[in-house]
Structures are given as structure tokens and as C-alpha cells.
């Protein structure tokens, strides 16, 4: 499903937190959301989520505005992957992933066996079947992730808005995670990922949306957008972009001599 923002600026009331933001998020198509600690990251995603709706402007998904959805409508067409979730009660992973189920059964009627088969194949489709009688709580950070991914899926929405998917992975899990969220664009979901991580924009992104103080610094593809001076103005870090593997790959390069440098002066001047 296409996402479509337009003109949309939201306040808390002290001020702008978003200001004028607009981009489309295409099916098939991996975004990744790009921006220092404080930017409105966040709050996009829950106004895109509609859970923050004093907003101007407006939001659509597959050409319906999300203010005329209701919220069962709105969780069939775009499903959320948090990038915390401590649940009260030790749920089990077959429950967690079935709880997705929700947004077309009701909070109060029984899954049907169509859905029994949906929790089925996603734990196959990410490999943790084997997990399915665990405790959620009892489970690694990494496989926690997948498991939310799980229940996004059997939530049938085609666009999925995941925060932060990677945080707290080892390098290792980073790379497999991100490879589970690109393969799922292959199959024509729309996906959005906010990510502080350059290079996985850069490795996995077919779009990125840059903001700087709740405005939109770059949008467009990686090639195109994701640039030193790019890197330089969001987190006030000097890098240089390397190609590398004959030019198939780039990757973000830190200048450590000015940025060691800097922080000394920052740190002198304190």
C-alpha cells in the first residue's frame, strides 16, 4: 500500500515538532527514516499510526486519508513493530504472534483457523517456529524482534512501520534482521524503518527520508541523497563515503583524526 504525507506539521504546543513534512512510501520499496535523537521520528510514525491526530496536513494510505478510517480499518492497512515491548505477562510466543489476529477478529471473538494457519506460517517464514511454546520474556532481543515482526504479519496490513528494528542487536543479528525486513518488500510490502545506522540505509534502503528539527533535510534513493555532507549535517559527524566490494557497496567511513579533535575542543570548552 502506498503512504502518502502531505504538508503535515504537528506541535506539541511549544513549538513545531514537525514541520511541513511530506514524502511518499511506495510497496515493494524498503524507506529508511534517518535523524538524530529529538527529530520527530517518533512522532511521524504516530501520527502516520493515528495515534497523534492534531496534526495539519494529511496523511494517506492507498488513497484513503487515515482521518476518515477508524482504527480497526487503519491496524488492516498498517501494522506497527515497536522497538520495545516488555508485556506484563509472560505470554508465549504462539500467543504474542497471535494477538496480531486482532485487528480483523475482534477483541472478543475466537481466531478462526485461517488465522491459526497465518500465526503457522509466520513463526515458519522467520524461522522461529522452534519457539512457539517459549515464554516471550525468556526469549533473546533478537528473536523478541522477530517475533513482533510475526505478529505484524498475521495482521495482513501490507505497510509496516518499524522503529528502530536493530537497537540493541549484535552486529551479527543487525544484519539478519534487515535482511528479514528487505526480503518482505520483495514480496510487496510498503515498509518504513527508522534506523540511526547510515549504513543500513545505505545497504538496505531503496528510499531515505532525512529530518533535521522536525523538517525534511533529503528524500529520495541512497545513491542520490545519502551524502558525507548529508551524515555531517544530521549528527555532526565527519564521514566519507567508501565504496567498496568493485563499487557494489558503500559504506559510511568516520574521519576519527576531526572527530577525535572535536571532541577534545567540546570537551575543553566545558
Same mark, same amino acid.
Given at each position: ?6 504538508? #503535515? !506539521?504537528? @506541535? ?7 514541520? %511541513?513534512? +511530506? /514524502? ?17 521520528? +517518533? ?6 499510526? &493515528?495515534?497523534?491526530?492534531?496534526? $495539519?496536513?494529511?496523511? /494517506? ?26 508485556? +506484563? ?17 475482534? &477483541? /472478543? @471473538? ?41 505478529? =505484524? ?9 518499524? %522503529?528502530?528494528? !536493530? ?11 534487515? =535482511?528479514?525486513?528487505?526480503? #518482505? ?8 524503518? $527508522? !534506523? ?15 529530518? $533535521? ?5 533529503? /528524500? ?7 551524502? +558525507?555532507?548529508?551524515? @555531517? ?9 567508501? @565504496? ?27
Amino acid at each position: 500500500m502506498t503512504v502518502e504525507v502531505k504538508s #503535515l !506539521t504537528f @506541535s506539541y504546543g511549544q513549538g513545531n515538532v514537525l514541520e %511541513d513534512v +511530506s /514524502f511518499t512510501a511506495r510497496p515493494g520499496r524498503l524507506l529508511a527514516l534517518l535523524g538524530p535523537n529529538g527529530v520527530g521520528k +517518533s512522532t511521524l510514525f504516530r501520527c502516520i499510526l &493515528g495515534l497523534a491526530d492534531h496534526y $495539519s496536513g494529511d496523511i /494517506f494510505v492507498e488513497g484513503e486519508n487515515i482521518r476518515s478510517l477508524t482504527s480497526r480499518a487503519l491496524a488492516q492497512r498498517i501494522a506497527y513493530v515497536p522497538q520495545y515491548h516488555y508485556p +506484563s505477562f509472560n505470554f508465549s510466543v504462539y500467543d504474542m504472534v497471535l494477538m496480531g489476529t486482532v485487528a480483523w477478529t475482534g &477483541g /472478543f @471473538s475466537a481466531p478462526k483457523r485461517r488465522h491459526l494457519d497465518l500465526v503457522d506460517q509466520a513463526l515458519q517464514k522467520l524461522d522461529i517456529d522452534h519457539l512457539r511454546h517459549r515464554g516471550y520474556t525468556h526469549i533473546s532481543g533478537g528473536e523478541r524482534q522477530l517475533v513482533l515482526i510475526a505478529r =505484524a504479519l498475521v495482521q495482513e496490513a501490507k505497510t509496516l512501520v518499524m %522503529d528502530e528494528p !536493530t537497537a540493541n542487536l549484535d552486529y551479527g543479528n543487525q544484519l539478519k534482521m534487515m =535482511a528479514q525486513v528487505k526480503e #518482505l518488500t520483495r514480496e510487496g510490502y510498503t515498509v518504513i524503518v $527508522s !534506523t540511526h545506522n547510515p549504513d543500513h540505509a545505505l545497504w538496505f534502503a531503496d528510499d531515505i527520508l532525512a529530518l $533535521s528539527a522536525g523538517k525534511v533535510l533529503a /528524500f529520495g534513493p541512497p545513491a542520490q541523497v545519502l551524502t +558525507s555532507q548529508l551524515i @555531517s549535517a544530521l549528527y555532526g559527524a565527519e564521514v566519507h563515503i567508501a @565504496s567498496v566490494n568493485q563499487g557494489k557497496t558503500c559504506i559510511c567511513v568516520p574521519e576519527l583524526d576531526k572527530n577525535i579533535q572535536e571532541g577534545e575542543e567540546k570537551y575543553e570548552q566545558m
